[in-house]
C-alpha cells in the first residue's frame, strides 16, 4: 500500500507512517521525462474528451489539458514524472528545501522552482483559481471530501473512484488515474517500467542483501515502533533483496510498539534504524545507542546496524513512496546497506 502524500514535515510523516505505513514499490520516474515548453504538458497519446468517475460523481475533461494544479505533493510528484510543470503547488516544504530528488526533476523540466501556495490552513482555493488551471490533480490527497465542492467549480478535479482509495491505492494507480485524464498513458507506462528497473537493477548489483534478514525501526516521540512487521506490504528492503524477521508476524501496524526492556526484539541479520524526531523522540540516536541492553545486540556487536537518515528526506521518501523517488531511493540507500552488511 502506498500512502498519498502531502509532504509533512518529517517527524509528522513518519508519526502517521507508524500506523499506516507504505514501504516504497518500485517508486521514481523515468530516465527519459522530456522537456516541458513554459508550463505546458507534455505532448500526449490519449484522446479527447475524457471522462472519469470519482467518488463525487464523474470528471470530464473535454480537451488536452494545458494548465495543471495539484493539490499535494504526491500529486505535483505525479505531474512532473509525466513531464508536466504544474502551474500552482501547495507549499509543502514550508520553507525547508526541497527534496533532491524533487528539485532534480523540477530543473530537469526547465525549471528552478515551483510556483506554491500556502497550505497551512488547507487547500488555497482562490489561488488555484486565479492561475486559471486546465484540470486539477488531487488523486493523491486525503482533503478531497472537503476540496471537491470547491475545486470543481475552477475546473475538472482529478481523483480517485472511491473514498476508501485515498488510503489504499498504491502510487502507480494514482499515476494511472491522472495520465489518462492528461493524455499521457503510455508515458505513466514508461514512468513504472523505468522505476522497477531502477530497483531489479540496484538488486543485481548488491547480491549480498538476498536473503538477508532485517528488522526496521522508528524512534517515535512516544515509542520506539517496529515498521517492519508481517502486515506491512513489500517495499524497497524487500525488492532490494532483504527479508523481514520471522518475529514480525508478532506485530502489526496497531501493535507495534517496542519497550526498552525488550529491546532485543529488534535483533536481526540486518537493523536500520530511523530518528525522525531527533533529540526530541522518546530517545536521541545518542541515547538509544548508548544503551547497554542495545549495544548488546548482536547486530550492533558486528556493526550490522545502520541509521536511515531523516535529514535528507531518504526516511520520509521510504516511508511515502511517489513517483520521482526510486531513483534516488535506491541511489542513496544502497551504499547504507551495503555497508551495514559488511559489517562496516
Known amino acids: 500500500m502506498?500512502?498519498?502524500?502531502?509532504?509533512?514535515?518529517?517527524?509528522?510523516?513518519?508519526?502517521?507512517?507508524?500506523?499506516?505505513?507504505?514501504?516504497?514499490?518500485g517508486c521514481g520516474f523515468s530516465s527519459d521525462t522530456g522537456s516541458s515548453e513554459g508550463k505546458a504538458a507534455a505532448a500526449g497519446d490519449g484522446s479527447f474528451p475524457v471522462s472519469l468517475t470519482n467518488a463525487w460523481g464523474r470528471t470530464e475533461v473535454k480537451q488536452k489539458p494545458v494548465r495543471v494544479a495539484t493539490v499535494s505533493d504526491g500529486d505535483t510528484a505525479i505531474a512532473l514524472a509525466l513531464g508536466v510543470v504544474p502551474v500552482i503547488t501547495p507549499d509543502v516544504e514550508d520553507g525547508d528545501k526541497v527534496a533532491e530528488y524533487k528539485q532534480r526533476a523540477i530543473e530537469k523540466l526547465g525549471e528552478k522552482k515551483l510556483t506554491t501556495y500556502d497550505d497551512t490552513d488547507g487547500t488555497d482555493y482562490e489561488a488555484i483559481a486565479a492561475e486559471e488551471p486546465d484540470v486539477i490533480l488531487g488523486v493523491n490527497t486525503w482533503d478531497m471530501d472537503a476540496d471537491y465542492a470547491k475545486?470543481?467549480?475552477?475546473?475538472?478535479?482529478?481523483?480517485?473512484?472511491?473514498?476508501?482509495?485515498?488510503?489504499?491505492?498504491?502510487?502507480?494507480?494514482?499515476?494511472?488515474?491522472?495520465?489518462?485524464?492528461?493524455?499521457?498513458?503510455a508515458k505513466a507506462d514508461a514512468v513504472?517500467?523505468?522505476?522497477?528497473k531502477a530497483l531489479k537493477d540496484a538488486s543485481a548489483a548488491h547480491l549480498e542483501f538476498r536473503g538477508k534478514v532485517y528488522t526496521y525501526?522508528?524512534?517515535?516521540?512516544?515509542?520506539?515502533?517496529?515498521?517492519?512487521?508481517?502486515?506491512?506490504?513489500?517495499?524497497?528492503?524487500?525488492?532490494?533483496?532483504?527479508?523481514?524477521?520471522?518475529?514480525?508476524?508478532?506485530?502489526?501496524?496497531?501493535?507495534?510498539?517496542?519497550?526498552?526492556?525488550?529491546?532485543?526484539?529488534?535483533?536481526?541479520?540486518?537493523?536500520?534504524?530511523?530518528?525522525?524526531?531527533?533529540?526530541?523522540?522518546?530517545?536521541?540516536?545518542?541515547?538509544?545507542?548508548?544503551?547497554?541492553?542495545?549495544?548488546?545486540?548482536?547486530?550492533?556487536?558486528?556493526?550490522?546496524?545502520a541509521v536511515v537518515p531523516s535529514e535528507n528526506t531518504l526516511a520520509s521518501a521510504v516511508a511515502y513512496p511517489d513517483a520521482l523517488s526510486a531513483p534516488w531511493v535506491v541511489e542513496n540507500l544502497t551504499p547504507i546497506l551495503a555497508k551495514a552488511v559488511a559489517g562496516k
Open 2 to 25: 502506498s500512502l498519498p502524500v502531502r509532504r509533512q514535515p518529517l517527524a509528522a510523516a513518519l508519526l502517521a507512517s507508524a500506523i499506516c505505513l507504505g514501504l516504497l514499490t
Open 151 to 185: 475545486l470543481s467549480p475552477i475546473a475538472p478535479v482529478v481523483t480517485f473512484g472511491d473514498k476508501k482509495e485515498s488510503d489504499t491505492l498504491t502510487w502507480q494507480e494514482r499515476l494511472r488515474t491522472a495520465a489518462e485524464a492528461l493524455g499521457l498513458t
Open 192 to 196: 513504472i517500467a523505468a522505476n522497477e
Open 217 to 305: 525501526s522508528v524512534v517515535h516521540s512516544e515509542q520506539i515502533t517496529y515498521m517492519s512487521h508481517a502486515d506491512q506490504d513489500p517495499g524497497v528492503f524487500e525488492q532490494l533483496g532483504l527479508v523481514k524477521h520471522p518475529r514480525s508476524k508478532n506485530y502489526s501496524a496497531d501493535k507495534n510498539g517496542v519497550s526498552l526492556e525488550n529491546l532485543d526484539e529488534l535483533e536481526s541479520d540486518l537493523l536500520l534504524m530511523t530518528y525522525p524526531f531527533g533529540d526530541e523522540g522518546l530517545l536521541s540516536a545518542s541515547e538509544l545507542e548508548s544503551d547497554k541492553l542495545f549495544q548488546s545486540l548482536d547486530v550492533v556487536k558486528k556493526k550490522h546496524f
